[in-house]
């Protein structure tokens, strides 16, 4: 019996304003100790998490943006999507999201902040899978 695929699914949330610049939409992720002995400082990053059973992949990305920063996504600001090479029983798929109006963000229950910064300035403290993560979309931008 083979092992049930788990998801990630996080989104590059930009705002392109009327000049043609971009910001993004990054939530404060708490420190946590993901084991004995590990912790993990808190750090700025994308929107997302873990799929819920029988959940797409869209709606595990609309529903991130829910809980994490408070901000509703139609389905028609999604503009790609890329499926990262995981492990066997795990895989992690990032959305590109451009929206037109500045969306307000409040961060939600289990996230600490939720700001827009410019794409050029992003956070020192942000998780450094993210940063590459931003890269796979730059040549849509």
């Known amino acids: 019996m083979t092992k049930p695929l788990s998801r990630s699914v996080f989104i590059a949330l930009l705002y392109q304003s009327p000049k043609g610049k971009y910001e993004t939409a990054l939530v404060l992720n708490p420190e946590s100790m993901p084991a004995p002995g590990i912790q993990k400082p808190s750090k700025w990053g994308m929107i997302g998490g873990r799929a819920r059973k029988g959940e797409k992949p869209l709606e ?82």
């Open 60 to 141: 595990t990305a609309q529903r991130e943006g829910r809980e994490e920063a408070t901000v509703e996504l139609d389905p028609s600001v999604f503009q790609a999507a890329h499926r990262e090479a995981g492990t066997n029983d795990h895989e992690v798929i990032i959305f590109l999201a451009i929206v037109y109006e500045r969306l307000k963000l409040r961060a939600g229950d289990d996230i600490l902040d939720a700001q827009w910064f410019p794409i050029e300035e992003l956070p020192p403290n942000m998780y450094q899978s993210h940063f590459k993560r931003f890269a796979l979309f730059e040549d849509r931008l």
